[in-house]
Each structure stands twice: as structure tokens, then as C-alpha cells.
């Protein structure tokens, strides 16, 4: 009942495999791996080789259920990925957080993702998804003339969701030399490798920010209910629309929400007369706990709502419109009319 195009390799777990596991996740293939033991060690080695499951050898029908799974979410990566800024409308609105888990989240539903930190100096990501490596993101741009898949996976760094990471890492100093364009010829290559790239890290409208958000089809805007948060995004969403945004790529999303807060759903709908898309519960106890023991909350807090909250993101996301470009360029429409402007 497969797709045509499902490949599923189902591999008995040695040591000497891991390569094995690399090289059919880098060609396109699903992995799913069988053990006769749960070791901890081992299930962790394979889930960053790229396996998507991990199945006893003895629980036959776990082993179906897997197959039949990843048969049915197996999605076909053909050039035209989303791209998905969470922008803070706001510092501390907790976007790594909302960023790192929403990943972490669509990996697990079977999509090919990856999450890039662009906050090049005091990025969280690493932290949040507890990876490390030595290859930047100015290393990656160096290397595109001669990128292919398997040279792209093997530059960045695995979660063991199946996540590709790719920050500045310790090179902050190389920073200084990318561009805006450079972040654009990025994301157009890393949408033909991906189902979802995941932004994280943009801060304002610099060059580097508006140069992200020009090429995302999803703009989630995170605020809280206090007053600094909303009045900041009335003035984003203005500069929004005066650039001509459509009216479905930033969406609202309200974070650490309280309903006994005095700024309610419908006060700051009503306040940015735009419909807030999605709720993320208050739970600071789940979320610090995760982020100190390297856990998304899917792992660090399964049954919580607030780890419920962040997996609804998959479904408003789901909907991204791929292919879709925007209609003039974000970063020459903000300049061209200044440009304008002045002549005026």
C-alpha cells in the first residue's frame, strides 16, 4: 500500500551499520532500524545516522505499524520546500523554544527539515536542540558552487529527531561577511533539499532579517499578552502591509498564554485587527527542564499541553503554499521606498 516512490530498509542494528544507515538516508531512503536489546547507547547513534524508527526484534506488529507509518508520511522533497521564519515581536517571547520543538515536531511526522540559526553571535539553537559541530553557516556558503545532498548532510549537524542544524557556531567572527543575498541564494537551495527549513534567530529588519523573511512562506509572529509585545506587533504588521505582504503569511501566535490574563484572544485580535492562529500554553517548569537536560518537550514532557500547543503548529504550517514567491522583493521594496521617498 506503499507510495511508488517509498524505499524502506529495514536494518539489524550492529555497530559496523551506522554507515550503512547514512549513506541510504543521503540517497533518499527511510530507515528503520531493529534491535534485539533497547539500548539507549545504540538507539541514539542510529537516530543521528538517520534512522526514523527504532523497533524491537521480537514486536512484530511494532514493526509493522512502523513501515505502515512512515510509508504513509514519507513526503517527496522536489525543489519547492517552505520556509518558516518565527519571528519575536519582541525580545524573550521564547521563539527558539517555539522554533527548535516545531522542527523537532515536523521531523517526526515524517518530513525532511532543518532549522538554521541566524542570530550568528548569541544563538540558542545549538543549546536548545544539544548538538555541536565545528561547521558554520559562512563554511556552508563558501562551499555551494559544489553542495550536493549528500556533501549538505554530511555539513550539518543531526538531532536525533532526524532535524539538520546549521548555526554560526563558534566562528562569530566570520559573520561580518555575509550578506543578505548570500542567506537568499541559501534558502533557495535548501528548499530543494527540504520539506521545511526552519528560521530562527531574526531579530528586526536588518539586512540579513529582511533578505529571511523575503523568502519564507510562513511568518510566525510571536507575542505575548503584555502591552510591549502587542503595540510591537501593530507596528510590525503595518510595516508588513505597507510592503505588501499578503495577508497569509505572517500569522499571530500567542505564547506563554494565561486565560486570566486582562489582554485576552479577542483584545489583541482586536488590537492588531488580525485573528490570532494559534495559542501556545504557559509552562516555563516543562520548558527550562528541557532546555537544561538537551530534551525537546516532545521527549522531556510528552503529555503536557504545552507540548501539545507546539505540535498544533504542524498543522497551520502544513498548509504553507510552496513555490509561491513573494510578489516584489521584501528588502528592495523597504529601500526602494525610502528611495522614493526621499526623491519625493
Known sequence: SAPARFEAIVVQQTPQRFGLIYNIVAA???????????????????????????????????????????????????????????????????????????????????????????DFHLGDVLSFMDVAGNYSITDLLQNMGRLDRELLESSMMRHPTGVNVLAQSGKMEEAEHIKGSDIGNLLTFLRKHYNYVILDGVKGFDEISLAALDGSQHVLMVLTQDVPAVRNGQRCLDLFGRLGYDHTKVKLILNRYQKSSKITLDVVAETLKVPVSHAISNDFVSVIDAINRGLLLRDAAPRAKLTQDIQGLVGLVAGARRGDAPRRSFLGGLFGKKAADGSA
Open 28 to 118: 533518499g531512503g527511510v530507515v528503520i532500524v531493529v534491535s534485539p536489546t533497547k539500548d539507549p547507547e545504540l538507539i541514539l547513534r542510529a537516530m543521528r545516522a538517520g534512522a526514523r524508527e527504532f523497533v524491537l526484534e521480537s514486536d512484530h506488529e511494532e514493526l509493522k505499524l512502523a513501515v505502515r507509518s512512515q510509508a504513509q508520511v514519507t513526503e517527496k522533497v522536489d525543489g519547492d520546500g517552505a520556509v518558516i521564519t518565527v519571528f519575536g515581536a519582541k525580545g524573550g517571547v521564547c521563539c527558539t523554544t517555539i522554533a527548535s520543538n516545531l522542527a523537532g515536531a515536523l521531523a517526526s511526522a515524517g518530513a525532511r527539515v532543518c532549522i538554521i540559526d541566524l
